[in-house]
């Protein structure tokens, strides 16, 4: 028999902390489809993308593409509002409507339907086989084989108690046992074993009690237990935070602060250990640890406040902010801590002169060892070791052969010995880290075999070892084989389409088939 353990400490209240945080807001006003989000997303090219009620929106950081259902378009959403998004394993984001599913192809840039699946949509999840799991709200559960591009569905019997049940469907969370945990509308928490193919129903966790009637979100919280939100759109009478653990197969505890909230997104801050929690009511804050909760509403009279209570989808991008997806609001951002810039400035050659205010960097490394080499124009190299905080250069020196070619450095490369190379205005360098000498490759006329004339702006070494090194005025590019310590040399020949050698003639069909492009 399932049971509630005690609630949450009592002494937990919530905090309001507007003062400590600023969103930033992106609405119709700046390109956003509509201010009804709700889902959104961030693809593994960093794209974030915005389920709308009118439409599928994906933003790049300055501007919005927007995608739309169009009747005279097949290719075209199937329908505007937008539930749920979801990329699965191979790159494919899946669009759950509220009259189907879609997948969008990123390389046609354009929308396939899957008719197969024509009710509204609201969970998408991809299990350990590459199968795509697809709930919906009334005709239960779809599983799409992508072997066999098939679906089969999944629903409630009523004369099956092992059956799904409920055809309501509002949430998903797999666990690392290929278990999918399901949270429905009016039939609580089910969990699917996929393997075994074998649903679980907690019905003593539903029944009677209107406060786990309704999952809406399920998370999985450190522990290995899962965060359960609750509740339902004006219904104060349900609606809060629980954490259930599955092996005991109960709510251990229920967070009374948030007791009759709706929970509808939650998000867990790994960083931080904190777990952020959207709601029809606003935005909260709570930090297991410590029981801290604090809380986040709209002011009307503060522009950084949240745009809307009421928050539909959280995510974290790739460089730690918070979004919040909102009913009304558009999209809200939480900023982290911008970086700050340690600026490291090369000293004068002149030891009676002061540090150099403005030093134009030519090419920039960090080698294997973590070293970072920075060449300069008309300034030499610098090697900077970031965990002594100490920079060395190396200049030019008229009298001693072995010093720098050039104090105008434009390339730089580590080849896979760990030799550092060096272009400049006059050729190439290649530096004796154990020495510190330099060993210089120049043009010599009349040598087919040495390096080609011009100063040197791109290095490259590829996977047989050469080294490509491409020059400036007149335009060359060098193949520096160091088993024997030469060069072949190419240039453009206006009268043939492709790079080639005027001695060399050999390798122009190599040329024409693998180029080596550089910028």
């Known amino acids: 028999m399932l049971a509630l ?6 002494s937990t209240r919530v905090a309001h902390a507007q003062s400590s945080v600023r969103f930033n807001h992106l609405t119709t006003a700046d390109g956003l489809p509509h201010d009804i989000v709700q889902c959104i997303l961030q693809d593994h090219d960093g794209y974030l993308w915005f ?7 994906r933003y790049d950081g300055y501007s919005f593409t927007n995608f739309h259902h169009n009747r005279s378009d097949p290719d075209s959403l199937i329908n505007d509002t937008i539930n749920v998004i979801f990329e699965d394993s191979l790159g494919w984001l899946w669009v759950g409507t509220v009259s189907g599913l879609d997948h969008f192809d990123a390389t046609r840039q ?12 609201k969970a998408i999840k991809e299990d350990n086989e590459g199968n795509i799991w697809i709930g919906t709200a009334g005709s239960g559960l779809f599983r799409y084989n992508r072997s066999t591009n098939t679906f089969a569905s999944f629903v409630n019997d009523p004369d099956d108690p092992l059956s799904l049940s409920d055809n309501h469907i509002n949430s998903f969370f797999l666990d690392s046992s290929n278990v999918l945990w399901i949270g429905t509308e009016y039939g609580g928490l089910n969990a699917l074993d996929i393997q075994k193919m074998q649903f ?20 999985p919280s450190p522990d290995g237990r899962l965060w359960l939100g609750t509740g339902n759109y004006h219904q104060k009478e349900t609606g809060g935070l629980a954490l259930f653990d599955p092996q005991k197969e109960k709510v251990v505890r229920f967070y009374d602060p948030l007791r009759y909230h709706h929970i509808t ?3 867990w801050d790994s960083t931080r250990y904190l777990l952020w929690i959207g709601s029809e009511e606003g935005l909260y804050r709570f930090e297991p640890v410590s029981g801290s909760l604090e809380g986040y509403q709209h002011d009307p009279l503060d522009p950084f406040s949240l745009s809307t209570n009421s928050v539909a989808g959280l995510i974290r991008d790739h460089s730690d902010n918070l979004w919040i997806a909102t009913y009304g609001g558009g999209v ?7 970086l700050r810039f340690t600026r490291y400035t090369p ?17 920039l490394l960090k080698d294997r060892q973590g070293i970072v080499w920075v060449g300069l124009h008309d300034n030499g190299l610098v090697r900077f070791d970031r965990s002594q905080n100490q920079m060395n250069y190396f200049y030019h020196v008229p009298d001693d052969p072995f010093s720098l070619s050039h104090d105008h450095v434009t390339a730089l490369q580590e080849d896979k010995k760990g030799n550092i190379w060096v272009g400049t205005q006059v ?14 490759y120049v043009h010599e006329p009349g040598n087919l075999y040495s390096l080609a004339p011009g100063a040197v702006k791109v290095i490259v070494e590829d996977t047989k070892g050469f080294l490509w090194i491409g020059t400036e005025e007149p335009g060359t590019l060098s193949r520096y084989d160091p088993a024997n310590d030469t060069f072949l040399s190419f240039m453009h020949n206006e009268e043939v389409e492709s790079v080639v050698s005027p001695t060399h003639t050999a390798f122009v069909p190599f040329l024409k088939i693998a180029r080596v492009s550089f910028g």
């Open 5 to 10: 353990a005690v609630s949450f400490a009592s």
């Open 51 to 57: 389920g709308t009620q009118r439409g599928l929106s």
């Open 110 to 121: 354009k929308i396939v339907h899957h008719p197969e699946v024509y009710e509204s949509i």
């Open 200 to 219: 679980k129903i907690f019905r003593e966790l539903a029944a009677g009690n209107l406060l786990f009637e309704r999952i809406t979100v399920i998370l």
């Open 265 to 267: 997104a939650m998000l």
């Open 332 to 338: 809200n951002q939480y900023a982290r801590a911008r």
């Open 347 to 363: 000293a004068s050659r002149d030891s009676n002169e002061k540090e150099q205010d403005a030093a134009s960097v030519g090419a």
């Open 427 to 440: 050729g190439l360098d290649r530096l004796d880290r154990r020495t510190g000498r330099f060993e210089h």
